[in-house]
């Protein structure tokens, strides 16, 4: 009986132990002190968080890691749950804790030939370092395309031998993160744009740099040995599990460093303002907005339309801001406007398409701007939203051609604006066709949406139009000549000329709204060919700033049903509709006009 009070109180000691430990493992890593670690990659200064995120979606193409086993099978923790590691845990387990994780499948690889060839499982898309590493058909890959590029054949690379390189990127960026050498954390004292250091590196670097008298202290070495210390020692808390300790000391390890060069390193509200926006994700908000927004757009439209108007341009209004916020912060922490990578003009196409939609509807005051804008506005954003390895999101510093923001606001945001407004129009067109399926049923809202695609579309030409123009002016002073036929100069003008035939055509009398609604849909193809085709498909021409790889498969998808949906509307309607009745089918110009007015 006298034990009893005894073991009563050593068992809840215990258990108190026990509750401790366990919300000792389960503290998270503080992203937030992580964030205000700047490290240097590609040329720029960011948060460490954005670092690891930008560099998992490169190495395997997602933005968490689950952990796999050599055959594919899950790795389960102490509950059974499958193990998901965040890209903060991916990058810092690589960098402290690298062993094993060349048996982990870790490396993207999706294509299909390349899988082929090494005669690897063809439903996995992840594969260890090993694996790959060991495959004596890419060191061939990769020895003719490097043959290639010396002997200045690189039009002469087949897609084998490129993806052969996109994947020994990935396995170079998996060693330079294996070895510290990616980690590029200790700042450059003596120039703001130097060259960063990885920690490793910081004793002999500082020895090397000139001394000055502001920053004698420095080259003295005790700065730099402070740093390596505080280094180590986080580095052993993080080895030993010990996360409360981690996240202690990244903050002492962020002010060592930024003592290194204080008037060259981020400040920390710069840093944590990039991570907010990482972490915010304010284009995937406004999809989710939108689609709300025709939901209850849809949803009002027999019953209650007054409120759900009101509901639907509350939820459009909602769904720009977080777009025009989303914009902003790309401007605030690039210095250049949005639109220089294929992934920065999807989203301006959403945000401008949305724009014109609202400004329409204001005017018109019908519904149908806000039927066919939201749509392709949530369709956009999504793509932009799930496509990080076709789509990169990172933000990076210009290529030399692109460092004049005058004519880069100028060129670029208007050429790709009128892509906003003929993504609208083919929106507009795809519902006027539809209602053209039910022939007289629908006859007078189909005449409204026709002559709405006609002010969409002259708003679109417009703006190509004028974009082509000032792209030759930026031409003749960036390259020194006008125009030269390049295939991005060339596509711009086969769009131009597509959408001014269609204009024309219509005021000629030649067709009615119903072939302006046709030809709103076809030269939309012509757009994705010029916005996509020439960097992604043809990869040539003095416009290589914009050239990515991936999504191939999807645009053909898209353009096989646009193609098949026009040829049955044709069909349908020759049978059915308007086709029957050429009297319907050419109006007079004059006619049109009237009735436009």
């Given at each position: 009986m006298r034990l009893i009070p005894s073991i009563l109180i050593l068992s809840a000691a215990w258990l108190v132990a026990q509750s401790s430990l366990v919300r000792a493992e389960a503290v998270p890593l503080d992203t937030n002190a992580l964030a205000t670690l700047a490290v240097q990659d590609h040329g720029r200064?960011?948060?460490?968080?954005?670092?690891?995120?930008?560099?998992?979606?490169?190495?395997?193409?997602?933005?968490?890691?689950?952990?796999?086993?050599?055959?594919?099978?899950?790795?389960?923790?102490?509950?059974?749950?499958?193990?998901?590691?965040?890209?903060?845990?991916?990058?810092?387990?690589?960098?402290?804790?690298?062993?094993?994780?060349?048996?982990?499948?870790?490396?993207?690889?999706?294509?299909?030939?390349?899988?082929?060839?090494?005669?690897?499982?063809?439903?996995?898309?992840?594969?260890?370092?090993?694996?790959?590493?060991?495959?004596?058909?890419?060191?061939?890959?990769?020895?003719?395309?490097?043959?290639?590029?010396?002997?200045?054949?690189?039009?002469?690379?087949?897609?084998?031998?490129?993806?052969?390189?996109?994947?020994?990127?990935?396995?170079?960026?998996?060693?330079?993160?294996?070895?510290?050498?990616?980690?590029?954390i200790v700042p450059n004292p003596t120039t703001e744009g130097g060259r960063w250091s990885a920690i490793q590196d910081v004793s002999a670097n500082f020895k090397m740099w000139p001394a000055t008298k502001e920053d004698a202290r420095l080259n003295n070495g005790p700065v730099a040995d402070d740093a390596v210390q505080k280094f180590t020692a986080w580095e052993g808390a993080y080895r030993a599990d010990n996360v409360a300790q981690f996240n202690t000391m990244t903050p002492q390890v962020v002010e060592t460093l930024r003592l290194l060069a204080p008037q060259f390193y981020p400040a920390t509200t710069t840093l944590q303002f990039e991570h907010h926006y990482m972490t915010l994700h304010p284009f995937r908000w406004a999809w989710i907005v939108y689609l709300f927004a025709i939901l209850a757009l849809l949803l009002t439209a027999i019953w209650a339309r007054k409120i759900g108007y009101r509901l639907t341009w509350t939820l459009v209004l909602v769904g720009l801001g977080f777009e025009v916020y989303g914009l902003a912060c790309r401007v605030i922490i690039s210095g250049r406007p949005p639109v220089t990578n294929m992934y920065e003009t999807v989203i301006w196409v959403s945000f401008v398409g949305m724009v014109f939609a609202s400004i329409l509807e204001a005017v018109y005051r019908k519904r149908y701007f806000f039927y066919a804008g939201i749509p392709a506005s949530v369709l956009t954003l999504i793509i932009?939203?799930?496509?990080?390895?076709?789509?990169?999101?990172?933000?990076?510093?210009?290529?030399?051609?692109?460092?004049?923001?005058?004519?880069?606001?100028?060129?670029?945001?208007?050429?790709?604006?009128?892509?906003?407004?003929?993504?609208?129009?083919?929106?507009?067109?795809?519902?006027?066709?539809?209602?053209?399926?039910?022939?007289?049923?629908?006859?007078?809202?189909?005449?409204?949406?026709?002559?709405?695609?006609?002010?969409?579309?002259?708003?679109?030409?417009?703006?190509?139009?004028?974009?082509?123009?000032?792209?030759?002016?930026?031409?003749?002073?960036?390259?020194?000549?006008?125009?030269?036929?390049?295939?991005?100069?060339?596509w711009a003008l086969v769009t131009l000329l597509c959408y001014l035939a269609v204009l024309h055509g219509r005021l000629a009398g030649w067709w009615g709204g119903f072939g302006l609604a046709i030809g709103a849909v076809a030269c939309l193809l012509s757009v994705v060919m010029s916005w996509y085709g020439v960097n992604f498909v043809l990869g040539k021409g003095l416009h290589s700033y914009g050239f990515g790889t991936g999504g191939f498969s999807y645009v053909a998808v898209f353009a096989g049903f646009e193609v098949a949906f026009v040829a049955f509307v044709l069909a349908w309607n020759r049978k059915y509709g308007v086709l029957r009745k050429p009297s319907a089918a050419r109006p007079s110009g004059k006619a049109l006009a009237s009735t436009s007015a």
């Open positions: 200064k960011k948060p460490f968080t954005t670092f690891a995120r930008e560099i998992l979606l490169t190495m395997s193409g997602t933005s968490s890691l689950p952990l796999e086993n050599a055959d594919g099978t899950p790795v389960l923790d102490d509950d059974k749950n499958p193990i998901k590691l965040t890209p903060e845990q991916v990058m810092l387990d690589l960098w402290f804790k690298p062993e094993g994780w060349d048996e982990k499948p870790a490396i993207m690889l999706n294509f299909l030939a390349l899988k082929k060839q090494f005669g690897l499982p063809e439903d996995r898309k992840l594969f260890t370092y090993k694996e790959l590493v060991s495959q004596p058909a890419l060191m061939d890959l990769l020895d003719q395309a490097q043959k290639l590029r010396q002997a200045d054949k690189v039009d002469s690379l087949t897609s084998i031998q490129k993806e052969a390189e996109h994947l020994g990127e990935r396995l170079r960026l998996f060693q330079d993160c294996v070895n510290g050498q990616k980690q590029m932009a939203d799930s496509q990080p390895t076709i789509l990169d999101a990172s933000i990076n510093p210009l290529t030399a051609v692109l460092r004049n923001n005058m004519w880069l606001t100028i060129h670029v945001l208007t050429i790709v604006s009128s892509y906003a407004a003929f993504v609208l129009t083919a929106a507009l067109g795809h519902i006027a066709l539809t209602m053209s399926l039910w022939g007289k049923r629908y006859a007078k809202p189909m005449a409204e949406v026709q002559f709405f695609i006609y002010r969409a579309m002259q708003i679109g030409v417009l703006l190509l139009a004028a974009g082509t123009i000032l792209g030759g002016v930026w031409a003749n002073y960036s390259w020194g000549r006008f125009w030269g036929w390049d295939p991005k100069e060339t």
